[in-house]
């Protein structure tokens, strides 16, 4: 009977007004904390499934066991420094995972919990969207960072791989891996609410996404690549992440194999900071328009397709 | 007890109309539906029974009309109001990850005054499977889950989507014997939308027939069967070889005319009084010709569904 109080806040005026619980002792709890409440319970659990579903969790590791590969088979320089190549591809791979679980994994959970009926669910209980969106912040930021720790942990330990040096250093990998997941993750989310299903969705993110990981400097420096082709990159969020995790991980003398001779981390903190806005932008009224457009009858008709084309049973 | 006084239909429509571009799915629907009753809203694929309840749910904005739904404009409506309605679709296969216990459990918290998830597993005959994961559950049993998560806020009005489709007989029977268990025992009031006439019979209060976006009669199950078998049909075969049939509301009056006018016995005399079902299908027929007079059959002049 908590709920009265709201209730009867609503234009409802053809309805009598009925008091509440008896003596009306009972405070109304208030419902914002109930969804806040509702959202970190949904991340949770959400965090406890994907850690005990091996094929995602594989995902993830991949990763990692990628860098550790390739970090064990590098054994050059950085060009025109004496910091190891390894180093730079780790710092790059860093970069990489944060991105990839912006645009790559977050997209594709919304639009199969789309697809599935989970977002018209949450739509239809009361708090439930803004809960769906707090859980899903929290599962993306527990992965990001859970990623990144095992990453830099994992390749420290087996194969000398960098960390920060000293408290700067740290600041920074903080910094610019707040920012860089800002960037990517409304991004990411905007995407998601877009894209049409999770078969296509897939083949149309993955595409854009390594041509990135391979003109952004990620995996070799830039400095290899074409003029043009490092003014595109320049545009996109992963260059700027990967340069700003370098400058956090890597020594300052490696800076001199960067284009412009130094890390530049203003302009990282500008790129990124101006991909968070846009992603904003896009992605509160493109999400809304997709909780909007959801309803029994639309799911029902996307079932109807995805079984005809024999992705789901009918 | 809370919200509504009593005489206010929980969900009261006026002259609701939706068209899509030039297509007019709805064509002026009046309902109402008072608490604790269950209503069904029964009418072929297409006859515009999932974009009225959308509507209803607030997920759909109508072209014009009135629509309330416990006191408040369904398109207005707010988390307050959500969360005293409650949803069951045929298409939700979300969660599947989820195990069962866990997703009542979950969805229990986003409402202020919560049903116990155990004693709801109980309810819709879940107990066994509660450490199941939801994709591993049957047809039946996931849309008696769906159940569950549609009343574990106590709604104070359930929409039940076609809730069968696809059911085997057994699940099918199980099913209803839920649905009459929450309207006697829970007292939720129930709209339910089905294409299927056995179903809105067995379940329903009252039934209102929706074709081709109009609601074309409106009663109990009782009513309307009364109502269909009002107007007998009267078959037979003239002098000339032609057969007639004729709809009257006084057959024993038509045979004796006949009988007058002619010189014997009446070939081929037949009388017969339309089931509810023979309505039905004729309105439904009708429709699929693609001829939208009005139906000239028993329900005329009780398209009010009030």
Request: net charge neutral; with cysteine; proline share 6%.
């Given at each position: 009977m908590r709920g009265t109080h709201v209730a009867n806040k609503m234009d409802r005026a053809d309805v009598a007004d009925v008091s509440d619980a008896p003596g009306g002792t009972k405070q109304p709890r208030r419902p914002t904390r109930r969804y806040w409440r509702a959202g970190?319970?949904?991340?949770?659990?959400?965090?406890?499934?994907?850690?005990?579903?091996?094929?995602?969790?594989?995902?993830?590791?991949?990763?990692?066991?990628?860098?550790?590969?390739?970090?064990?088979?590098?054994?050059?320089?950085?060009?025109g420094t004496d910091t190891p190549m390894a180093h730079l591809v780790l710092a790059g791979f860093a970069a990489y995972g944060l991105f990839q679980i912006g645009l790559i994994n977050l997209p594709q959970m919304l639009v199969t919990e789309r697809e599935e009926g989970a977002l018209l669910r949450l739509r239809a209980t009361p708090g439930g969207i803004p809960a769906y969106l707090v859980a899903k912040c929290l599962l993306v930021?527990?992965?990001?960072?859970?990623?990144?720790?095992?990453?830099?942990?994992?390749?420290?330990?087996?194969?000398?791989?960098?960390?920060?040096?000293?408290?700067?250093?740290?600041?920074?990998?903080?910094?610019?891996?707040?920012?860089?997941?800002?960037?990517?993750?409304?991004?990411?989310?905007?995407?998601?609410?877009?894209?049409?299903?999770?078969?296509?969705?897939?083949?149309?993110?993955m595409l854009p996404v390594m041509g990135l990981l391979i003109t952004s400097g990620a995996m070799f420096p830039l400095t290899m690549m074409p003029g043009p082709?490092?003014?595109?990159?320049?545009?996109?969020?992963?260059k700027w992440m990967a340069q700003g995790l370098r400058s956090a991980l890597l020594p300052d003398a490696a800076r001199a194999a960067e284009p412009a001779g130094s890390w530049e981390l203003p302009m990282v903190a500008l790129v990124l900071t101006a991909w968070a806005v846009l992603g904003f932008l896009l992605a509160i009224p493109l999400l809304r328009r997709a909780a909007r457009r959801e309803s029994?009858?639309?799911l029902s008709a996307r079932h109807r397709k995805a079984a005809q084309s024999g992705a789901l049973p009918a | 007890m809370k919200t509504l006084t009593p005489a206010q239909p929980i969900v009261q429509v006026r002259e609701l109309t939706m068209a899509y571009g030039d297509v007019d799915v709805l064509r002026g629907i009046d309902l109402d539906i008072h608490r604790g009753e269950v209503f069904a809203l029964l009418g072929?694929?297409?006859?515009?029974?999932?974009?009225?309840?959308?509507?209803?749910?607030?997920?759909?904005?109508?072209?014009?009309?009135?629509?309330?739904?416990?006191?408040?404009?369904?398109?207005?409506?707010?988390?307050?109001?959500?969360?005293r309605i409650g949803l069951v679709l045929q298409s939700w296969r979300d969660h599947r990850r989820w195990r069962v216990a866990e997703l009542l459990a979950h969805f229990a918290t986003y409402y202020p005054d919560p049903r116990d998830p155990t004693?709801?597993?109980?309810?819709?005959?879940?107990?066994?499977?509660?450490?199941?994961?939801?994709?591993?559950?049957?047809g039946g049993q996931r849309r008696r889950l769906d159940v569950a998560l549609g009343i574990v806020g106590r709604p104070e009005l359930l929409f039940l989507d076609e809730p069968t489709t696809g059911?085997?007989?057994?699940?099918?029977?199980?099913?209803?014997?839920?649905?009459?268990?929450?309207?006697?025992?829970?007292?939720?009031?129930?709209?339910?939308?089905?294409?299927?006439?056995?179903?809105?019979?067995?379940?329903?209060?009252?039934?209102?027939?929706?074709?081709?976006?109009?609601i074309r009669a409106c009663g109990t199950p009782s009513e309307l069967a009364r109502r269909a078998a009002a107007q007998a049909e009267v078959?037979?075969?003239?002098?000339?070889?032609?057969?007639?049939?004729?709809?009257?509301?006084?057959?024993?009056?038509?045979?004796?005319?006949?009988?007058?006018?002619?010189?014997?016995?009446?070939?081929?005399?037949?009388?017969?009084?339309?089931?509810?079902?023979?309505?039905?299908?004729?309105?439904?027929?009708?429709?699929?010709?693609?001829?939208?007079?009005?139906?000239?059959?028993?329900?005329?002049?009780?398209?009010q569904a009030v």
């Amino acid at each position: 009977m908590r709920g009265t109080h709201v209730a009867n806040k609503m234009d409802r005026a053809d309805v009598a007004d009925v008091s509440d619980a008896p003596g009306g002792t009972k405070q109304p709890r208030r419902p914002t904390r109930r969804y806040w409440r509702a959202g970190f319970l949904r991340g949770g659990i959400e965090l406890r499934h994907l850690l005990r579903n091996p094929k995602e969790m594989s995902g993830h590791l991949t990763n990692v066991v990628v860098a550790l590969l390739i970090a064990a088979y590098i054994s050059d320089d950085v060009p025109g420094t004496d910091t190891p190549m390894a180093h730079l591809v780790l710092a790059g791979f860093a970069a990489y995972g944060l991105f990839q679980i912006g645009l790559i994994n977050l997209p594709q959970m919304l639009v199969t919990e789309r697809e599935e009926g989970a977002l018209l669910r949450l739509r239809a209980t009361p708090g439930g969207i803004p809960a769906y969106l707090v859980a899903k912040c929290l599962l993306v930021v527990v992965t990001a960072v859970g990623t990144l720790t095992l990453l830099l942990v994992t390749t420290a330990l087996l194969v000398d791989g960098p960390l920060p040096h000293g408290p700067g250093g740290w600041l920074t990998l903080l910094w610019v891996t707040t920012l860089g997941l800002l960037a990517v993750v409304p991004l990411g989310a905007a995407i998601g609410a877009v894209l049409p299903n999770p078969r296509e969705a897939l083949a149309l993110i993955m595409l854009p996404v390594m041509g990135l990981l391979i003109t952004s400097g990620a995996m070799f420096p830039l400095t290899m690549m074409p003029g043009p082709v490092q003014q595109v990159a320049s545009v996109f969020p992963l260059k700027w992440m990967a340069q700003g995790l370098r400058s956090a991980l890597l020594p300052d003398a490696a800076r001199a194999a960067e284009p412009a001779g130094s890390w530049e981390l203003p302009m990282v903190a500008l790129v990124l900071t101006a991909w968070a806005v846009l992603g904003f932008l896009l992605a509160i009224p493109l999400l809304r328009r997709a909780a909007r457009r959801e309803s029994g009858s639309r799911l029902s008709a996307r079932h109807r397709k995805a079984a005809q084309s024999g992705a789901l049973p009918a | 007890m809370k919200t509504l006084t009593p005489a206010q239909p929980i969900v009261q429509v006026r002259e609701l109309t939706m068209a899509y571009g030039d297509v007019d799915v709805l064509r002026g629907i009046d309902l109402d539906i008072h608490r604790g009753e269950v209503f069904a809203l029964l009418g072929p694929n297409g006859a515009g029974k999932t974009t009225t309840v959308e509507i209803l749910e607030g997920f759909r904005q109508r072209s014009a009309g009135e629509a309330r739904v416990l006191g408040a404009d369904p398109e207005r409506g707010d988390d307050a109001w959500r969360g005293r309605i409650g949803l069951v679709l045929q298409s939700w296969r979300d969660h599947r990850r989820w195990r069962v216990a866990e997703l009542l459990a979950h969805f229990a918290t986003y409402y202020p005054d919560p049903r116990d998830p155990t004693e709801l597993l109980a309810l819709v005959d879940l107990t066994d499977q509660d450490d199941q994961q939801v994709d591993r559950l049957s047809g039946g049993q996931r849309r008696r889950l769906d159940v569950a998560l549609g009343i574990v806020g106590r709604p104070e009005l359930l929409f039940l989507d076609e809730p069968t489709t696809g059911f085997d007989p057994q699940a099918r029977h199980e099913f209803h014997v839920l649905v009459e268990r929450l309207a006697r025992d829970e007292g939720v009031t129930v709209l339910l939308t089905t294409h299927d006439l056995v179903e809105a019979e067995r379940l329903a209060d009252r039934i209102a027939m929706l074709v081709g976006g109009r609601i074309r009669a409106c009663g109990t199950p009782s009513e309307l069967a009364r109502r269909a078998a009002a107007q007998a049909e009267v078959r037979w075969t003239a002098d000339d070889g032609t057969s007639h049939r004729e709809r009257t509301e006084d057959p024993s009056r038509l045979v004796w005319e006949l009988h007058r006018d002619a010189d014997g016995p009446i070939a081929g005399l037949e009388v017969r009084r339309p089931t509810l079902e023979d309505t039905y299908l004729h309105m439904v027929h009708r429709e699929d010709d693609g001829r939208d007079a009005v139906v000239d059959g028993a329900m005329d002049g009780e398209a009010q569904a009030v």
